[in-house]
Structure formats: structure tokens, C-alpha cells
Nanobody
Framework: VQLQASGGGEVPAGGSLELSCAGSGRTFILNAMAWFRQTETQEREFVAAISWSGANTYYSPSVKGRFTISRDNAKKMMNLHMSDLKLEDTAVYYC???????????????????????WGQGTLVTVSS
């Protein structure tokens, strides 16, 4: 699997933005997927994850209720719709894929950075006041 993230940009506080992650490879559908983010002063942190079927989603407490993760396996795409953006959401956002088959069989996803083997290149989101 290879991943390409896009959709970042500058948005005013309270605004919305949608990130996309395009995947390639026949095994895309087998992977749980996630978004992480990182700033210059903080380690890469979990944002949201989605199981291979899309039936199960997970969010960090800081974004729950504001962000929505989704995927389209036929198009090999994953999206993150972000609304009510806050200054503290400013970061580089990375999409990631977890190929572990046990999570495929259980239709779950992990919030641990160590679970993800393939990473996109990152896309910068800047929330301005």
C-alpha cells in the first residue's frame, strides 16, 4: 500500500476543511486506516481511525464531535472532515495504514502509532485567528 495525503491549507478558526488520503495497491481494503498529526513541539498524536469496512470509527477526545473519518474502498480513498477548527488543530496531518490481519478479521482499528506501517507524506493544516 502507498498513501498520498492532500487537502491541507489555511482556514480561519471555526471553519471547516476536508483532508483526503489516496491509496494504491490491491491490499488497501485489508488495512485499517488512521489520521495522526504532529507539530514542531509535539510528538505525532492520534486523531482518528477507521476499520477496513468503515463500520467502526475511533476519535481522540480532542476532536470527537468535530471531525469525521470515512473511507471508500472502491475508490481506495479515506477522508477526514474537520469542522469547528481550533487554533490547536494546526499541525501536519498524516494518513496511515495498518495491515494486521487480526484487526481486519475483527473489523477494528488501533489508536497506537506503532500499529501503522505505511504513512503518507503529510499535509499541513493551519488554523488562523
Amino acid at each position: 500500500v502507498q498513501l498520498q495525503a492532500s487537502g491541507g491549507g489555511e482556514v480561519p478558526a471555526g471553519g471547516s476543511l476536508e483532508l483526503s488520503c489516496a491509496g494504491s495497491g490491491r491490499t488497501f481494503i485489508l488495512n485499517a486506516m488512521a489520521w495522526f498529526r504532529q507539530t514542531e513541539t509535539q510528538e505525532r498524536e492520534f486523531v482518528a481511525a477507521i476499520s477496513w469496512s468503515g463500520a467502526n470509527t475511533y476519535y481522540s477526545p480532542s476532536v470527537k464531535g468535530r471531525f469525521t473519518i470515512s473511507r471508500d474502498n472502491a475508490k481506495k480513498m479515506m477522508n477526514l472532515h474537520m469542522s469547528d477548527l481550533k487554533l490547536e488543530d494546526t499541525a501536519v496531518y498524516y494518513c496511515a495504514a495498518d495491515p494486521l490481519l487480526s484487526r481486519y478479521y475483527d473489523d477494528v482499528a488501533s489508536d497506537s502509532r506503532d500499529s501503522y506501517e505505511t504513512w503518507g507524506q503529510g499535509t499541513l493544516v493551519t488554523v488562523s485567528s
